[in-house]
Each structure stands twice: as C-alpha cells, then as structure tokens.
C-alpha cells in the first residue's frame, strides 16, 4: 500500500513536470530563498502555512478527524475513497518571513495499521521537492487537541505542538525538480494548533524544517 501511494505521487509529479515542459508559461520572478549552511555542506529552509488562511482544500475519511472536513464544504471525494483512511490536503505555503512562494499537496493513507504521509512543495523558479514519512497515527491533531481541553464539535482555543514528522525518526527528503533536483535529507513537520473554530477549522500554523544534502 506505501509503494502504491508513493508511486502514485511520483506519477503526479511527472504529471506536473511534463505540463510545465511543453506548455508555454509565464516565468514568474524569482523569490529569494532563505537557507542557512549545516554541518557537512548540507543546507538548511523553513516553510511555513498558517491556518486557516492558507487552507486551500481537504477532504479524507473519517479517520482522518478535524483534518478530514470537506473544505470547500460543497465538494467530496469520489465514492471509491470517501470511507477509506485516506486524507488530501492542499496549501499554499510561505517563506520564514512570512511571504507566499508556492502551493504543497500532502496525502496521508492508512493500511493494516501502516500509515505513511507524503508531501509535494511546489515553488515557481525554484522547482519540487518530494518529502515522505512512516508512522503517523490517525487523529493524531484531535487527540492532542481533546488532551488540552477540546471537546469534539466543540470551540476550543489554547496551544498545543503536534510533532508528525522528526529529522531523527524517518521524514525524508526524497528528491524534486529544478534546483531541488538530486537532493536527499530529512525534514520534520510541527503542527503548532491555537484553536478551533465554529465551523471546525483548525487554527495556528504548519511548520516544515528541511536539511538537505547533494545525493551521490
């Protein structure tokens, strides 16, 4: 079910990267990208999304819990998967200083009690960049939410760090296009909730901390 899921993901991708050879596009400016040197010639970049603004779309199963909401609310995912432990979701994704540089995709599957969860970081004049981890439990946000004081269905405000990916435990950088092209590294992924609103939405922010390294 991984390999599937991950091989799925790349087909996208070169989806995407075709598209982007044969189709005529405007070449957008080139933001600067904030990166700072690491130990061993690796280089180190935050990326940021807070929440709700940069919510562009999710929809997932029941497992998936707050995250799984259909948002828009007026669209849903196709029959065949609307009951499997599945989440996508949809950004847009921004700079350590807070500026909008690209769009994410993350998917998230379940299977026998393996879950995996990828993620797709879109940039203009930059490129893609890859990232995969094991081991994310489902509801994991709604647990640690309920465990500061949320009720389900209810509002809750608060601050509780959700850590869903560790440089140290298995969030991998696996690879991309343009100047992302031919790295390997780990990242970790922090989801810092302050809040829950009426409607379900979550609120806080999405922090994704890459160290990445020339492969070869």
Known sequence: MRTAFIVGVLLGIAGILAAARYVPWVGPPRLPSYTSVVANGGRAEEFVIRLPADRISAHGGEAAGLRGGAFPQDTALPEAFAAAPLLVE??????RDGSVIGIAARHWSQADGDASAAWLLVIPSRGALLMAADGEAPRAVDAAVAAAGGQPGGTWSGET????????????????SGEFESLEGRYSESWIVT??????????????????????
């Open 90 to 95: 949809q950004f847009r994704v921004r700079d």
């Open 161 to 176: 760090t959700i850590e869903l990916a560790d440089r140290e435990g298995g969030g991998k950088v696996i690879g991309g």
């Open 195 to 216: 809040g829950v609103g009426e409607s379900g939405e979550l609120k806080g922010t999405i922090e994704l901390r890459t160290v990445t390294y020339t492969a070869g």
